[in-house]
């Protein structure tokens, strides 16, 4: 099936990893001041990449990868018991901002090449 190729479930799959990290990084920022609010982090490459090494299992245990948020409950060097560094937060989602643009630039670039594949070099 066309766009359901092991590198395009593979981006998508990544895309819905950083969209959901965006999410959660945009909730620490809001919540930099809340009292006692602990920061959250998204985590999925780990269990991406362990699918894209069985890639004999094809795309299905790559779209099954679990994107997991979890709460940082570190110590806090404020006295309201928040975690959030906001400086590392701002950080954190400017790198985010730029994997979801290059991702967002593979799969178009994906689907370019199955274009001129199936139109065979014509315009």
Known sequence: M????????????A???????????????ANHETP???AQKVSFEKALKNEINKYTKGSDGVRNVKIRVSTDYSVSERMDGNNVNIDVENI???????????????ISDQFSRLKYAISEGRR
Not at 3 to 12: A, M, P, R, Y
Not at 15 to 29: E, P
Request: no cysteine.
């Open 15 to 29: 895309m819905d990893g950083t969209w959901q990290r965006q999410k959660v990084i945009s909730n620490n920022i």
């Open 2 to 13: 066309i766009g359901d190729s092991l590198i395009t479930v593979f981006l998508q799959k």
């Open 36 to 38: 006692g609010y602990k």
């Open 92 to 106: 954190n989602m400017v790198k985010t901002q730029i994997q979801y643009q290059y991702l967002i630039r593979g």
